[in-house]
């Protein structure tokens, strides 16, 4: 069994993290096979969630990887720093300014702050990305997939509207409409002109091992393999590609991942979503995928597609239950 001394890993935020979480603890205990506990993971992550506000940039996905892996993030939230207080919030709101139901806590205003004074000063996202990680050391190099501005926006119905739908962007879909109403579109503004942040390609490339965590296959993964290059650098890499479903039973764990499944029209399924995102032998990207326990009933249809498939639980109720789950996609594809 060849030793796996880099992995890659495709990031959204809370899904993405969790599971860096449970790989970063399994490398270390030594219990992925053939993967060596000092190996180094790269983490591509998803910037199209980012967003101008107050006159801040945000960028939630790589926030909330840096913040989780740094031990900053606040468990229950899920983002966001710990032992956070709101006054700016507060104080933003007593004067009236809209916006405020995204919330930006004093803590992490400092980091957006930061960010933004890098930002007008010449420095790429990812140079920012880097000065950050500095103070976090989150133990995984972060690369924000692309150092262009990049943003999702979701077309939702809108009587009022003389098209009689609106378009927002993604953060007001899930925080201010809590995804509450249905996505007709979504839509990756300025994708297409991106180009793939620095080291993004190499990371793809030369790597061991790559891996699509349980985040969002759509607005997560699936704006990153948007990103002009990423497919081909997953097509052509030596690399073993494997994911894990954000899907189980029928829908997400947590997120919105159903709704905007339903926007694009793929099956809200476990191996619809292996599908979905294809076997890398028929042009697609995954040479395996893991369903749940749960959706076992899955797995022939998704091996018919080219793609080694298993069930295992998928469940990240503790670091050691995330290890397995890495330790089962490990050995998927590197068996
Ligand atoms: N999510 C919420 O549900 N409410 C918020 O007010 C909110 C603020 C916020 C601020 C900074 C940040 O990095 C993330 C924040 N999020 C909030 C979560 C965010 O919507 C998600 O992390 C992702 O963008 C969705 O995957």
């Given at each position: 069994?060849?030793?796996?001394e880099?992995?890659?890993v495709?990031?959204?935020?809370?899904g993405?993290?969790?599971?860096?979480?449970?790989?970063?603890?399994?490398?270390?205990a030594g219990?992925?096979p053939g993967?060596?506990?000092?190996?180094?993971?790269?983490?591509?992550a998803?910037?199209?969630?980012?967003?101008?506000?107050?006159?801040?940039?945000?960028?939630?996905?790589?926030?909330?990887?840096?913040?989780?892996?740094?031990?900053g993030?606040?468990?229950?939230?899920?983002?966001?720093?710990r032992?956070?207080?709101?006054?700016?919030?507060?104080?933003?709101?007593?004067?009236?300014?809209?916006?405020?139901?995204?919330?930006?806590?004093?803590?992490?205003?400092?980091?957006?702050?930061?960010?933004?004074q890098?930002?007008?000063?010449?420095?790429?996202?990812?140079?920012?990305?880097?000065?950050?990680?500095?103070?976090?050391?989150?133990?995984?190099?972060l690369?924000?997939?692309?150092?262009?501005?990049?943003?999702?926006?979701?077309?939702?119905?809108?009587?009022?509207?003389?098209?009689?739908?609106?378009?927002?962007h993604?953060?007001?879909?899930w925080v201010?409409?809590?995804?509450?109403?249905?996505?007709?579109?979504?839509?990756?503004?300025g994708?297409?002109?991106?180009?793939?942040?620095p080291?993004?390609?190499?990371?793809?490339?030369?790597?061991?091992?790559?891996?699509?965590?349980?985040?969002n296959p759509?607005?997560?993964?699936?704006?990153?393999?948007?990103?002009?290059?990423?497919?081909?650098?997953?097509?052509?890499?030596?690399?073993p590609?494997?994911?894990?479903?954000?899907?189980v039973?029928?829908?997400?764990?947590r997120?919105?991942?159903?709704?905007?499944?339903?926007?694009v029209?793929?099956?809200?399924?476990?191996?619809?979503?292996?599908?979905?995102?294809?076997?890398?032998?028929?042009?697609?990207?995954?040479?395996?995928w893991?369903?749940?326990s749960?959706?076992?009933?899955?797995?022939?249809?998704?091996?018919?597609?080219?793609?080694?498939?298993?069930?295992?639980?998928?469940?990240?109720?503790?670091?050691d239950?995330?290890?397995?789950?890495?330790?089962?996609?490990?050995?998927?594809?590197?068996?």
């Amino acid at each position: 069994m060849s030793d796996v001394e880099r992995i890659t890993v495709l990031s959204g935020g809370m899904g993405g993290a969790k599971f860096l979480q449970g790989l970063l603890h399994g490398i270390a205990a030594g219990i992925l096979p053939g993967v060596s506990p000092d190996a180094e993971v790269t983490v591509v992550a998803n910037t199209a969630d980012d967003l101008w506000v107050h006159g801040l940039k945000v960028c939630p996905d790589l926030d909330t990887v840096m913040y989780t892996l740094g031990d900053g993030i606040d468990p229950e939230r899920g983002w966001g720093r710990r032992e956070e207080t709101w006054s700016v919030r507060e104080e933003l709101t007593a004067y009236g300014v809209d916006n405020t139901w995204f919330g930006l806590g004093d803590r992490d205003v400092a980091t957006h702050l930061v960010r933004t004074q890098m930002l007008e000063a010449g420095y790429p996202l990812s140079a920012v990305t880097r000065a950050l990680c500095e103070r976090w050391q989150p133990g995984v190099r972060l690369l924000p997939m692309t150092d262009d501005r990049v943003e999702t926006h979701v077309a939702v119905t809108d009587e009022e509207a003389p098209s009689g739908r609106r378009v927002v962007h993604f953060q007001e879909y899930w925080v201010r409409l809590r995804a509450g109403v249905p996505a007709e579109a979504v839509v990756v503004v300025g994708l297409e002109q991106s180009t793939p942040g620095p080291g993004v390609l190499e990371a793809l490339r030369e790597t061991d091992l790559v891996v699509l965590p349980p985040s969002n296959p759509v607005v997560s993964v699936g704006t990153i393999l948007g990103v002009p290059g990423v497919r081909d650098a997953l097509r052509d890499t030596p690399a073993p590609v494997v994911g894990l479903s954000p899907i189980v039973g029928g829908t997400h764990v947590r997120g919105m991942a159903r709704q905007v499944l339903e926007a694009v029209g793929v099956e809200v399924g476990a191996g619809a979503v292996g599908r979905h995102y294809g076997a890398r032998s028929a042009g697609g990207v995954l040479d395996g995928w893991l369903v749940d326990s749960r959706d076992a009933d899955d797995v022939a249809a998704v091996r018919e597609a080219g793609i080694a498939c298993a069930a295992v639980p998928l469940m990240m109720t503790d670091h050691d239950a995330t290890a397995a789950m890495a330790a089962a996609a490990v050995s998927l594809v590197l068996g």
